[in-house]
Every structure is written in structure tokens, then in C-alpha cells.
Nanobody, 125 residues
Framework: QVQLVESGGGLVQPGGSLRLSCAAS????????MGWFRQAPGKEREFVAA??????????YYKDSVKGRFTMSVDNAENTMILQMNSLKPEDTAVYYC????????????????WGQGTQVTVSS
């Protein structure tokens, strides 16, 4: 049974940092492309970051508004994907979801077969 379990969410002040983790079981992340999405209240789920495998190794792709602030990585030994979020803004407030899949449209939810349950990130003073 495949499971993706997020952790690391919480309440942080603007300008602060959080590190989200997504531990995978039942699959090897090295066999799948990975993504982070988020959903704010009343809004659709949106793409945040992706890490996909190419001939040269893992490569990352980010939503424009998080470039330079968020960094996605994977710890293959722990079978865990990570989203380091710095310089957080109130507009980053959302439930964050990790996902794994074999589709190649990194920003499209339909490219991902497996999803975590989500973790709340709240940026507020």
C-alpha cells in the first residue's frame, strides 16, 4: 500500500521559514517524479514545485512566486521529499500536499497518482 505522509507544517511569522517533509512508503521516490501543491481556502489546488528525473539526475521546477524562496529536494536514503520554505509571506498560507507520479506535465495535478493528506501552513503575525 502506497502512503505519502507530510509533516512540518505550522504557524510562522512573515519572513520566517518552515521545512516540510513527505515520507513515502510502498514505493521508491527514485522511480517517480515528485511535486508539491497547495490549496488556500476557497481556491483551487495549485502547483508549487516539482522534482523530476532526467538523464542528468533530479531537476527542479518552481511556481514563479516561490522561486528563490522555496527549495525542493529528495533524500533517497530516507525515501522522503522535502520542501524548504524561506521568506514566507501571508499569501503562502495554505494546505500543502506532496504527490508522486509518472506523468510529465509537472504543473498538472493529473500527472500525479499518489497524494499525501496535506499539512497546514499559516503565515501570520
Amino acid at each position: 500500500q502506497v502512503q505519502l505522509v507530510e509533516s512540518g507544517g505550522g504557524l510562522v511569522q512573515p519572513g520566517g521559514s518552515l521545512r516540510l517533509s513527505c515520507a513515502a512508503s510502498g514505493l521508491s521516490l527514485s522511480d517517480y517524479h515528485m511535486g508539491w501543491f497547495r490549496q488556500a481556502p476557497g481556491k483551487e489546488r495549485e502547483f508549487v514545485a516539482a522534482l523530476y528525473w532526467s538523464w542528468s539526475g533530479g531537476r527542479t521546477y518552481y511556481k514563479d512566486s516561490v522561486k528563490g524562496r522555496f527549495t525542493m529536494s529528495v533524500d533517497n536514503a530516507e525515501n522522503t521529499m522535502i520542501l524548504q520554505m524561506n521568506s514566507l509571506k501571508p499569501e503562502d498560507t495554505a494546505v500543502y500536499y506532496c504527490a508522486a507520479g509518472r506523468g510529465t506535465a509537472w504543473t498538472d495535478l493529473r500527472s500525479y497518482e499518489y497524494w499525501g493528506q496535506g499539512t497546514q501552513v499559516t503565515v501570520s503575525s
